[in-house]
């Protein structure tokens, strides 16, 4: 069997604290499931590359990562040095929208250990999954600003709805509702206040929810959808979204369950044409850079999710998913913890203990 290809680009600030901890269980399940996984690195990020270079990639980027079965990404982002618009579309969202990563699926959990924010609830009853659209939407260079510089300026900012996008998006949140034991979809929406696009995301899901009888489906406004998360997440199984939405609702939906340090991501093109893309749903983080504090689970579980996807092509990477998550859940529960979790552990020492509870399972 021919190796599974992997591009490890860590970015910048815990982007680069986080990676070597998933690097390490991957390498620890490598060795005990006989794991045929090759890395090659990447430092494409603000801090030094772009400082050299004046770009966030280089021009032949395309053609030397699209072999890759997979990107294992830590975050990019330095404000400091780029603007965020110019460092986030100089990479990220290139990658999404080039490689068509038109999935974003968020996995949302309650875990044993972790400390809940919303009273009353247990591990169990914060269980869902964000589906995020990923390609399109919100996330537009459409638009312009006439006027400039006048107090006549105006500034247009154009989304984009298309029905392949919506359709593809909304069929693949309806599938994967219907392979879970609630068969659950609920879709966010803004229809009131938004009057075309939404409407039309609206009339899509209709047409896509008439395929699936089986699927229990409601919608919701986004803001009201907002307050539901806090009240009463346990209502929710399969969240399907615009890529602002979705944006939105994948760290709220974190923040629920304990901490955005713990949650990972998984972009997807699922036809496999393209790498996937794997990161945690944090961001670089400036404000904790440095110290070696960063939770490291939402990188490793992200890295548990890539092998999950490699499982198609390489079957032992299914078992090895499986067993890092259960050796993330052992950790959370026991110990020890980041700051972020009311620990004191750091990054290493967290890490270190999600590859040693691998050999207890
Ligand atoms: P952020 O996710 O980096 O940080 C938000 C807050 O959460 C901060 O207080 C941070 O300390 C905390 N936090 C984040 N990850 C943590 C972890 N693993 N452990 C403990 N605490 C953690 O979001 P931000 O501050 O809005 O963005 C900072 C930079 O990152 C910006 O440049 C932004 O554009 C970029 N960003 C990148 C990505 C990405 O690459 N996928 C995602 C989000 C933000
Ligand atoms: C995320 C991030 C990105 C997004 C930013 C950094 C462009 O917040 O991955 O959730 O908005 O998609
Ligand atoms: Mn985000």
Avoid at 226 to 237: G, H, I, M, N, Q
Avoid at 280 to 287: E, L, M, N, Q, R
Wanted: charge should be negative; charged fraction near 25%.
């Amino acid at each position: 069997m021919s190796a599974s290809r992997i591009a490890v680009i860590p970015g910048d600030g815990i982007g680069k604290e986080v990676m070597p901890e998933a690097l390490r269980a991957l390498t620890a399940l490598s060795e005990r499931h006989g794991l045929s996984l090759e890395y090659e690195h990447f430092d494409w990020a603000c801090a030094e590359y772009y400082r050299e270079h004046g770009d966030m990639l280089p021009p032949d980027w395309f053609e030397r990562l699209k072999g890759f079965d997979a990107i294992l990404f830590g975050a990019v982002g330095w404000p400091e040095v780029v603007p965020d618009h110019i460092s986030l579309w100089g990479s990220l969202l290139k990658f999404r929208r080039e490689f068509d990563q038109y999935i974003n699926l968020r996995p949302v959990r309650l875990m044993p250990g972790v400390p809940c924010p919303l009273a009353g609830k247990k591990p169990g009853d914060i269980d869902f999954l964000v589906v995020r659209e990923n390609t399109e939407g919100e996330y537009t260079n459409l638009g312009g600003r006439i006027f400039g510089g006048t107090e006549r300026e105006i500034v247009l900012q154009e989304a984009v709805f298309s029905r392949h996008g919506v359709d593809r998006v909304l069929d693949y949140a309806f599938k994967l509702a219907a392979r879970r034991e609630r068969k659950h979809l609920t879709s966010a929406t803004k229809s009131n206040g938004i009057a075309i696009s939404m409407p039309y995301w609206d009339e899509r899901l209709e047409v896509a929810a008439a395929g699936f009888p089986e699927v229990r489906w409601d919608k919701y406004h986004i803001d009201i959808l907002t307050a539901r998360f806090v009240l009463s997440p346990e209502r929710f199984d399969v969240v399907v979204a615009s890529n602002l939405f979705g944006d939105i609702l994948s760290d709220l939906g974190p923040a629920c369950a304990g901490t955005i340090g713990i949650a990972p991501s998984a972009n997807l093109n699922p036809e496999r044409r393209f790498p996937s893309l794997f990161e945690p749903v944090h961001g670089s983080a400036p404000d904790i850079y440095g110290r070696n504090i960063a939770n490291p689970v939402g990188m490793i579980w992200s890295a548990a999710l890539m092998l999950e996807f490699l499982g198609e092509r390489q079957p032992a990477c299914l078992a090895a998913a499986q067993e890092l998550v259960s050796a993330i859940e052992h950790v959370l529960e026991h110990g020890p913890r980041t700051p972020d979790l009311g620990g004191s552990a750091d990054t290493t020492e967290m890490g270190k203990a999600v590859t040693a509870a691998l050999n207890r399972i």
